[in-house]
């Protein structure tokens, strides 16, 4: 996500329940493992969208996938 200006060792603060949009930066459980991506649905599919321009979207048709909540907040360490 350095292309929206969250970096490895970043802290973010996700806001858990209610819903997520289009557009929106999520905390995703997918496979097992938890990514913080955008959010996108195309022909009914959710795209995880990484923010980094040498990373292609990923597909999660077929994968379990669970939506954690909404990005609201970043902390960083100096």
Known sequence: MVDVGIFEGDHVIVEKGGRVKE??????LLEGETTVKRYSVKN?????????????PIPTRGKTLEI??????????L
Not at 23 to 28: K, T
């Open 44 to 56: 009914g599919e959710v795209l995880l969208i990484p923010e980094n321009r040498r990373m292609k």
């Open 68 to 77: 954690q909540g909404r990005v609201v907040s970043l902390q960083r360490k």
């Open 23 to 28: 557009g929106d930066i999520v905390a995703a």
